[in-house]
């Protein structure tokens, strides 16, 4: 089999591509090796290959988006590729080994983390994992501050920003996150008939919300700040009690540091909302679970700007970033920023097309509308009040204030 040009590799033809462009596995006999699919997404083709003793990923990216067949920029492999090389010297083991890179097919072979859980999955299941905000907030703070230019040469960092223009990914979250839950100009929100006068009035003609949208969403498209992950949610995200692994950073870029974190403290805040609802509802007055989520959104938040100061003390030295006044100003720019876009992680998967099983998984309507209010309420708050926001504790007492309310009836 020849690899001269790229054509889509399938459950059979995945296993020989490994044996003919790796020393993965000591058989060079195909029917030794057994290959799944795992693809769950919707622009790449994802297989395991494996034998009695070990086991290997094969990732795939594709020219068009499987649902609509939009076509798409193959070169996001190679974006995911470098990423996930940086991002591995910079927060180790979190990241997947990447054993081979192959351009022309647009293939990635890696690391198996098939031992680690989906968070996204087990947060569902009411899954506690006390080590949780502490590997996160290391995560983020290692993988993000030194890429900057308060840290990185400033001539490699500008190559940097160079290679990792990501036009068609990007060009997805301007969309989905950033535009169309407030403007709908392409039609693709889904949400029920009877949020209908709710959406309209808080989102579509909400003129204070949609200028600070508007400011977030020109940082996204125009603050190369740091390298970012680009799609951190807690699908990408992966755990068990030895630890945490971070994967599909396909939609990497330079943007706003705030974007990856504020993914992660918004996705965070959905299994929340749907068990404070549930628990309200029921009249469930202990939870250790609720008690732990609410804690580790809190914790997520003081753990990752904790140690961003600290990783800033030890790495920043050019003398006009070490003064305490822009260290301040800076630092502070990143909290709300990352509040903020918390805030349109909310909204967009709440109203937009593009959902989270937390929601979609809701059988009764009336429940579905309630959390879907509350969710897009919260995401009001954080964007509006982000530069307001001194600890995570505050953060849960506005969500739980806000689900008090609707709960009560008296959210519009």
Known sequence: MTYETHFLLNIDTAKQYVLDKTDFFETQVPEDLKSVELSDGNINYVYRISDANKSVIVKQSDNKIRSSGRALDMGRSQIEYNILTIERELAGNVIPEVYSYDKTMSVIVMEDISAYKN???????????????????????????????????????????????????????????????????????????????????????????????????????????????????????????????????EFAFYGPMGYDIGNVIGNLIFPYVVRLEKNTKNGVAADPFLAWMGSVIAEVFNLTFKKMEEKYEQLVEFPLYKTRKFENSYLQSVVSDSLGFAGTELIRRTVGDSKVPEITTIADSTTKDTVSKILVKTGMNLILNRKDYKTGNQIIQDVQATASKEIRGEIN
């Open 119 to 249: 968070l996204r999955t087990q947060l569902s299941n009411g899954m506690i994992f006390p080590n949780f905000a502490e590997e996160i907030s290391s995560f983020l703070v290692d993988s993000l501050l030194p890429t900057t230019d308060l840290v990185l040469d400033r001539h490699l960092k500008k190559k940097r920003v160079k290679q990792f223009v990501n036009i068609d990914l990007c060009d997805i979250t301007e969309d989905l996150v950033l535009t169309e839950p407030y403007y709908n100009y392409k039609g693709r929100n889904v949400f029920s008939k009877t949020l209908k006068p709710f959406v309209e009035q808080n989102l579509y003609t909400n003129d204070e919300l949609k200028a600070n949208v508007g400011e977030l969403r020109n940082s996204f498209m125009n603050n190369a700040q740091a390298l970012l992950h680009g799609d951190l949610h807690t699908g990408s995200i992966f755990v068990n009690e030895q630890g945490i692994r971070v994967i599909d950073p």
